[in-house]
């Protein structure tokens, strides 16, 4: 299996900053690397995939970037509604692996 | 539209049984990989389970001989059959398309399962 390390665990910061998240594997993943947000008692939605790729409707402040190993999820400019826990994943091969989730929190 | 939406989840004593249920609308299942993903309370989201297009299937070790993927094509519904459940078990199950290209894209909204006595 592929693992993965996701960081920070915790991020507090204020409406207007921009954050940064990292995943690394245990093994190169090409760039099949999805990056998904989750608000509490829902289920998750799916931001990025291909490590880059914005998915329809998410807005433009939210990127990603890497291939290989190391990834990063970055917001540009936190609004209220981003406030939630975000998680990567491969779905380079079987079995597919998350992260251990980032809560990023209002500081 | 397309959506999937989850059923089946509920109360059930260790050593039970469970079947989910997860019908699709929009998309056809047997022409996507499905997958279930479960989440602990409190916890992170943990692949539980994919059944192929061509209808091979796979098992993340910690369900391995106990919980069936399968699906029903002409209902257009996937299934999670749950056999000899564990406490550990307990989670919200979801199903996903699980799409080589855009990844798990869409998510049901998610069934509850409580194993306890």
Not at chain 2, 104 to 114: E, L, P, S
Request: aromatic share 12%; glycine share 10%; proline share 3%.
């Amino acid at each position: 299996a592929i693992w993965m390390t996701q960081s920070p665990s915790l991020l507090s910061a204020s409406t207007g900053d921009r954050v940064t998240i990292s995943c690394r594997m245990s093994q190169g993943i090409s760039s099949y690397l999805a990056w998904y947000q989750q608000k509490p008692g829902k289920a998750p939605e799916l931001l990025i995939y291909a490590a880059s790729t914005l998915q329809s409707g998410v807005p433009s402040r939210f990127s990603g970037s890497g291939s290989g190993t190391d990834f990063t999820l970055t917001i540009s400019c936190l609004q209220s509604e981003d406030f939630a826990t975000y998680y990567c994943q491969q779905y380079y091969s079987f079995p597919r692996t998350f992260g251990q989730g980032t809560k990023v929190e209002i500081k | 539209e397309v959506q999937l939406v989850e059923s089946g989840g509920g109360l059930v004593q260790p050593g039970g049984s469970l079947r989910l249920s997860c019908a699709a609308s929009g998309f056809t299942v047997s022409s996507n990989y499905m997958s279930w993903v479960r989440q602990a309370p409190g916890k992170g989201l943990e692949w539980v389970s994919v059944i192929y297009s061509g209808g091979s299937t796979y098992y993340a070790d910690s369900v391995k001989g106990r919980f069936t993927i399968s699906r029903h094509n002409s209902k257009n519904t996937l299934y999670l059959q749950m056999n000899s459940l564990r406490a550990e078990d307990t989670a919200v199950y979801y199903c996903a398309r699980d799409h080589v290209t855009y990844a798990f894209d869409i998510w049901g909204q998610g069934t509850m399962v409580t194993v306890s006595s």
